[in-house]
T-cell receptor, first 113, second 118 residues
């Protein structure tokens, strides 16, 4: 999956707990993204980061937080404030040129009960 | 704002027949257009893109797509479908002149499930 790793593949948590999803890339890409995928809704952007120590909210950032302390890593925390956290989460990255495609990791399926 | 529509939730085609997965877009300027494929519980794999130039773009696994500016469409095609082509297909658009251009954001369609019947 294009040099991007996400772990774990499956994650189970109890309601009210925060959980952190890992995303690491070895492609030397500047920009990284987190998407949420729900059946029939396509991909929705949660957060993105263009450079280290900088990140911006996407369309559905409420209840999520991120950090970008290293170029290779962009972890996503799903907080207890996220009303409906059960979903498939995808991380992606791209080089800093508009015509480049995004490369995706294999995804993490989070189930909160 | 940029947007993309995939009008069909599901497309069924017999093995060996040609397939088409439809995509229409809306941007303020000239678009960058992408197609991705997703197999169950996997990430998205890049198939092809249109940036500029020839309206017919060829990509991975025998897929191609035709950019039609007047109809604002970018339909994915394959001359002869395989059972292994069964998957979820996403069209995506980026407006290089739009407000999200600097962050290289993509806007995705909701996906079309392709089923190739043996």
């Amino acid at each position: 999956d294009g040099g991007i790793t996400q772990s774990p593949k499956y994650l189970f948590r109890k309601e009210g707990q925060n959980v952190t999803l890992s995303c690491e890339q070895n492609l030397n890409h500047d920009a990284m993204y987190w998407y949420r995928q729900d059946p029939g809704q396509g991909l929705r952007l949660i957060y993105y980061s263009q450079i280290v120590n900088d990140f911006q909210k996407g369309d559905i950032a409420e209840g999520y937080s991120v950090s970008r302390e290293k170029k290779e890593s962009f972890p996503l925390t799903v907080t207890s404030a996220q009303k409906n956290p059960t979903a498939f989460y995808l991380c992606a990255s791209t080089e800093g040129q508009g015509w480049r495609e995004q490369y995706f990791g294999p995804g993490t399926r989070l189930t909160v009960t | 704002a940029q947007s993309v529509a995939q009008p069909e939730d599901q497309v069924n085609v017999a093995e060996g027949n040609p397939l088409t997965v439809k995509c229409t877009y809306s941007v303020s300027g000239n678009p960058y257009l992408f197609w991705y494929v997703q197999y169950p519980n996997r990430g998205l794999q890049f198939l092809l893109k249109y940036i500029t130039g020839d309206n017919l773009v060829k990509g991975s696994y025998g897929f191609e797509a035709e950019f039609n500016k007047s109809q604002t469409s970018f339909h994915l095609k394959k001359p002869s479908a395989l059972v292994s082509d069964s998957a979820l297909y996403f069209c995506a658009v980026r407006d290089p002149a739009g407000p999200g251009a600097g962050s290289y954001q993509l806007t995705f369609g909701k996906g079309t499930k392709l089923s190739v019947i043996p």
